[in-house]
Nanobody, 129 residues
Framework: QVQLVESGGGLVQAGGSLRLSCAVS????????MGWFRQTPGKEREFVAA????????YYADSVKGRFTITRDNAKNTVDLRMNSLKPDNTAVYYC??????????????????????WGQGTQVIVSS
């Protein structure tokens, strides 16, 4: 079973930047894709970004494209989300995600095939106007 622990959230002014990090343990990290999602009260969790097992392919929600960057370090078992030019509507709890065991998630530059099923506890991001 995989364990995911997010960090790096906080309060930032609009236009500012934050870097979220997710520490992963419990499974061979370099063998599966990873993702970031976010959720606000009363809304469903929504996709933000994903990265392939090698880091060679990334895919972003249209709303964050050009501002957010997902990266991974397979030697350190971490996946990061760099968020620039933050807006108040980026305020949310951000979750790191991994596929469930025996579930394949494929990330290409044109999309994501498969579903993430393992989640961290989330980290709160608040962007003030």
């Amino acid at each position: 079973q995989v364990q995911l622990v997010e960090s790096g959230g906080g309060l930032v002014q609009a236009g500012g930047s934050l870097r979220l990090s997710c520490a992963v343990s419990g499974r061979a990290f370099s063998s599966y894709a990873m993702g970031w999602f976010r959720q606000t009260p009363g809304k469903e969790r929504e996709f933000v970004a994903a990265i392939s097992w090698s880091g060679g392919s990334t895919y972003y929600a249209d709303s964050v494209k050009g501002r957010f960057t997902i990266t991974r370090d397979n030697a350190k078992n971490t996946v990061d989300l760099r968020m620039n030019s933050l807006k108040p509507d980026n305020t949310a709890v951000y979750y790191c995600a991994a596929p469930n065991l025996h579930t394949l998630v494929v990330v290409t530059t044109t999309g994501v095939v498969g579903a993430f099923g393992s989640w961290g506890q989330g980290t709160q991001v608040i962007v003030s106007s």
